[in-house]
């Protein structure tokens, strides 16, 4: 499938020779830009160490300000991405008015990642807004949840607690969740995800294959989870063939869903200062929050 010649470009583009490597993947391009990023207003842990904390970005003015959770992607794998890849997304929100909570969480390679580890971690991370809002000035009524790639699968987790039970329970009632380029289902993802993120990492992440691990995937896989009953943005990129389905999922269930075709590069859409980039921060500033329907 295209798809993964596509990421595996962007995975395998480091180690290319000097001559290639001078030219600049859309990867290292979307690395470049979020590392020209302006400092956070804070950085605060939500957890017990720095793999459980995140950057806080306020805009200019009293507040309340509404709020995007961001969610980094990086085939759940410590040693691909970290929240300072999508720094750049959240410096772009917050200059059109909404406060952002850059997250980190423990993933493949840190201790305690994988489930429930890593899903616990992001849940807390969102809950967190919970205690940011008793020092700084964000409406909580207005919160939306944005990720990545394997970011949009897990913001999507995190906007599906509702559905899981008590023990999942959020403390934190997002009105949307925006799934940039990333998958909705786990157990369709393995074997395909080697290709993708240059090794097996669904397994890992899991505890084991969908056989052996048949409820964890359940619990873990939004797609099982319709309706979320939240507004839903899909930015369908490279992930198209996986998004697509699940889109249409989810309007069946009843779930209002829009979506915004990029093109086929999975890192252009979280890289501000590029066409499709700049199309995704407006589309979340101006979709996420609102009450009405475009018309068709």
């Given at each position: 499938?295209r ?10 583009a ?13 990867e ?72 952002t ?66 023990g ?39 505890g ?89």
């Amino acid at each position: 499938m295209r798809i993964f010649s596509l990421l595996a470009y962007g995975l395998l583009a480091s180690l290319a020779s000097p001559a290639i490597a001078a030219e600049q993947t859309p990867e290292q391009k979307y690395k470049g830009v979020a590392s020209r990023a302006g400092p956070p207003t804070a950085v605060l842990r939500y957890g017990a160490d720095d793999l459980r904390s995140g950057q806080l970005r306020l805009p200019s003015g009293k507040g309340p300000f509404p709020v995007a959770v961001i969610v980094h992607g990086g085939c759940w794998t410590a040693s691909y991405d970290t929240m300072a890849g999508t720094a750049a997304v959240a410096e772009a929100l917050t200059a059109r008015g909404i406060a952002t909570w850059n997250i980190e969480y423990r993933r493949l390679g840190d201790a305690g990642a994988g489930w429930p580890g890593t899903f616990e971690d992001v849940g807390a991370g969102i809950d967190h807004l919970e205690t940011l809002a008793q020092t700084y000035p964000l409406d909580l009524a207005r919160v939306t949840i944005v990720g990545h790639s394997a970011g949009a699968h897990l913001a999507l987790w995190g906007a599906s607690r509702g559905r899981l039970g008590a023990g999942y329970a959020p403390r934190i009632h997002p009105v949307s969740v925006v799934q940039i380029d990333g998958v909705a289902s786990l157990a369709p993802f393995v074997g395909l995800d080697a290709e993708t993120c240059g090794k097996p990492v669904i397994s890992d992440l899991m505890g084991g294959t969908p056989d052996d691990r048949a409820e964890q995937y359940r619990l873990a896989s939004p797609a099982t989870h319709l309706p979320l009953g939240i507004r839903q943005l899909l930015v369908q990129g490279a992930f198209r063939p996986f998004m697509a389905p699940y889109a249409e999922a989810a309007r069946q269930a009843g779930d209002h869903v829009e979506v915004l075709d990029g093109t086929d590069d999975h890192f252009d859409v979280v890289t501000p200062g590029t066409l499709v980039g700049d199309k995704v921060i407006d589309f979340i500033a101006t979709r996420a929050f609102a009450t009405d329907r475009p018309a068709p």
